[in-house]
Every structure is written in C-alpha cells, then in structure tokens.
C-alpha cells in the first residue's frame, strides 16, 4: 500500500523560508514523478512544482518560480520543497503527489511534466501539511 506523508508546514512572517518533506512508503520516487500542489479555501488545486527524478527535471508554477525549489534525496526515498521569501499568498494546505511520468505521444519530458503538475494528474497523494504566511 502506498502513503505519502508531508511534513514541515508551519507558521511564518512574510519574506520567511520553509521547508516540506515528502516521505514514501510502499513507493520508490527514483525514476518517477512527484509533484507539490496547494489548495486554500476557496481556490482550485494549483500544481506548484514538480520534479521527474530520472534526470532531475523539473517544473515550477510561475507563481513560485524563483522562490521554490523542488529536490529529492534518492537514499532516503525523500522529495523536499524549498519554499524562500514567502508571501501570504502562500498559505494554503500543500500536498505531495507521486507517479509514474505519462508517456503521451508529442510530449517531451518537460511538457509531460509540466502537463501532470497543471492538471494535478497523479495517482497517489498525501493528506497535505498546511502553510500559514503572516503578514
């Protein structure tokens, strides 16, 4: 059975930094896909950033491009988003997902990538870990 437990959420000022963790069990991010998203109330799912670890491409919302960076540690089995200069727009309860890199004909890597983390299109997800950015 597959988990996907995030951690490391929290409260922070504005201009803060904060770290997310996405651990895995009965999974293997090596060579597969994992992607952050984040929801508040009252907005959609936005696919925030994500990360092909075969190669290590990756993709970021424009909204946290160059304020996010999506890494993970194949030893530990661990998928991280570093999350800088934090903004109050940034709270929201933020989700890790995992699976397999689609492999729809036309596409390369980046835009199967960027197609999954835009669509929210995986199959395993975690219960979220909230952010909470003050102003």
């Known amino acids: 059975q597959v988990q996907l437990v995030e951690s490391g959420g929290g409260s922070v000022q504005a201009g803060g930094s904060l770290r997310l963790s996405c651990a895995a069990s009965?999974?293997?991010?090596?060579?597969?896909?994992v992607g952050w998203f984040r929801q508040s109330p009252g907005k959609e799912r936005e696919g925030v950033a994500a990360?092909?670890?075969?190669?290590?491409?990756?993709y970021y919302a424009d909204s946290v491009k160059g304020r996010f960076t999506i890494s993970h540690d194949i030893a530990k089995n661990m998928v991280y988003l570093q999350m800088n200069s934090l903004e109050p727009e940034d709270t929201a309860m933020y989700y890790c997902?995992?699976?397999?890199?689609?492999?729809?004909?036309?596409?390369?890597?980046?835009?199967?990538?960027?197609?999954?983390?835009?669509?929210?299109?995986?199959?395993?997800w975690g219960q979220g870990t909230q952010v909470t950015v003050s102003s």
């Open positions: 990360i092909y670890t075969r190669g290590d491409r990756t």
């Open positions: 009965g999974y293997i991010f090596n060579n597969n896909c």
């Open positions: 997902a995992a699976d397999r890199l689609r492999a729809r004909v036309g596409l390369t890597i980046a835009q199967e990538l960027a197609t999954m983390a835009m669509k929210g299109d995986f199959h395993y």
